[in-house]
């Protein structure tokens, strides 16, 4: 038996700043003001079980504040609005916003000001997404499959961004379809896709092909995490694995392969891909 570790897997930049500044806001929190993280921190239940252990609550949204505290924003970001009505209502603000979630928040809010539609290719129930729309006043339409795009009007200049953790081939699916409906007026496309998430997703294609099985480590709700399991799908539809823990491997079922590949999703903390990479080569 053998376990490959993909050569791009867990935390990203992103992710980890967001989990040290936090972290860190706790250490630095002498005179304990209580500290809130609007929405889990990240998507990760082990991590944002560890920070709640360190004081650390999160709330659904604002209204749940009743005592002045710090309020962290979290990686995924949140829309102008929201921004705006945290500020006025907290202590002090840490703004985690991945610097590459920011990037979209400006470009869609830039244009947006200057006349253009606005489309997002992305999940309207991702908190990412979300947040992205509030900067261009909620007018922007999300583009989640290629029906969506029928609802694109022909008539107007288009700028088009993309979540962070999208599948590269479905972009490039919808930016082409997206270009041939828009073809008389100006459009925009920024291609807004993490390094970090087009990182991951290559080293997890290429990973699938060489392996018999393949574990895929990380959140069941990390969006860029279930798009490891889809590329990996696609190459190994009957022996990919998604696991959150160690705990959850099943060796029984493991120990016939031969090679095991294993990946993890950019909000997967290194201790949890270390105690399953520590458990399948127990079964060597
Ligand atoms: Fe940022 Fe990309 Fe990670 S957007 S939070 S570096 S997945």
Same mark, same amino acid.
């Given at each position: 038996?053998? =376990?490959?570790? $993909?050569?791009?897997?867990?935390?990203?930049?992103?992710?980890?700043?967001?989990?040290?500044?936090?972290?860190?806001?706790?250490?630095?929190?002498? #005179? #304990?003001?209580?500290?809130?993280?609007?929405?889990?921190?990240?998507?990760?239940?082990?991590?944002?079980?560890?920070? $709640?252990?360190?004081?650390?609550? =999160?709330?659904?949204? !604002?209204?749940?504040?009743? #005592?002045?505290?710090?309020?962290?924003?979290?990686? +995924?970001?949140?829309?102008?609005?929201?921004?705006?009505? &945290?500020?006025?209502?907290?202590?002090?603000?840490?703004?985690?916003?991945?610097?590459?979630?920011?990037?979209?928040?400006?470009?869609?809010?830039? +244009?947006?000001?200057?006349? *253009?539609?606005?489309?997002?290719?992305?999940?309207?129930?991702?908190?990412? =997404?979300?947040?992205?729309?509030?900067?261009?006043?909620?007018?922007? /339409?999300?583009?989640?499959?290629?029906?969506? %795009?029928?609802?694109?009007?022909?008539?107007?200049?288009?700028? %088009?961004?993309?979540?962070?953790? /999208?599948?590269?081939?479905?972009?490039?699916?919808?930016?082409?379809?997206?270009?041939?409906?828009?073809?008389?007026?100006?459009?925009?496309? *920024?291609?807004?896709?993490?390094?970090?998430?087009?990182?991951?997703?290559?080293?997890?294609?290429?990973?699938? @092909?060489?392996?018999? $099985? /393949?574990?895929?480590?990380?959140?069941?709700?990390?969006?860029?995490?279930? @798009? !490891?399991?889809?590329?990996?799908?696609?190459?190994?539809?009957?022996?990919?694995?998604? =696991? #959150?823990? &160690?705990?959850? !491997?099943?060796?029984?079922? !493991?120990?016939?392969?031969?090679?095991?590949?294993?990946? &993890?999703?950019?909000?997967?903390?290194?201790?949890?891909?270390?105690?399953?990479?520590?458990?399948?080569?127990?079964?060597?």
């Amino acid at each position: 038996m053998k =376990v490959i570790l $993909a050569e791009y897997s867990g935390f990203c930049f992103g992710v980890k700043k967001a989990i040290d500044r936090a972290f860190n806001e706790v250490k630095l929190n002498k #005179e #304990e003001q209580p500290i809130y993280s609007l929405g889990p921190l990240i998507h990760n239940p082990q991590v944002v079980a560890k920070l $709640a252990e360190s004081g650390v609550k =999160v709330v659904d949204n !604002l209204d749940e504040i009743k #005592e002045k505290g710090n309020i962290i924003i979290r990686s +995924h970001g949140v829309s102008e609005e929201i921004y705006g009505a &945290a500020k006025k209502k907290a202590s002090k603000i840490i703004n985690t916003t991945c610097p590459f979630v920011r990037r979209i928040q400006d470009i869609v809010k830039e +244009h947006h000001q200057k006349g *253009y539609k606005i489309a997002i290719i992305g999940n309207p129930n991702h908190p990412e =997404v979300i947040g992205i729309n509030g900067w261009c006043n909620n007018e922007g /339409m999300i583009i989640k499959e290629k029906e969506d %795009v029928e609802k694109i009007p022909i008539d107007s200049p288009l700028c %088009v961004v993309v979540q962070t953790t /999208m599948a590269i081939p479905l972009y490039h699916e919808l930016t082409q379809l997206i270009n041939s409906r828009v073809k008389d007026k100006e459009i925009k496309i *920024y291609n807004t896709i993490c390094h970090a998430t087009q990182e991951r997703q290559n080293a997890v294609k290429s990973l699938a @092909k060489e392996v018999d $099985a /393949m574990i895929v480590v990380g959140g069941y709700h990390s969006s860029n995490t279930q @798009k !490891l399991v889809a590329i990996s799908k696609v190459e190994r539809p009957d022996t990919t694995f998604h =696991v #959150e823990t &160690a705990e959850e !491997l099943d060796l029984d079922q !493991l120990k016939k392969f031969e090679i095991l590949g294993v990946t &993890a999703g950019a909000s997967t903390p290194p201790w949890i891909i270390d105690a399953v990479v520590k458990r399948l080569n127990s079964l060597e």
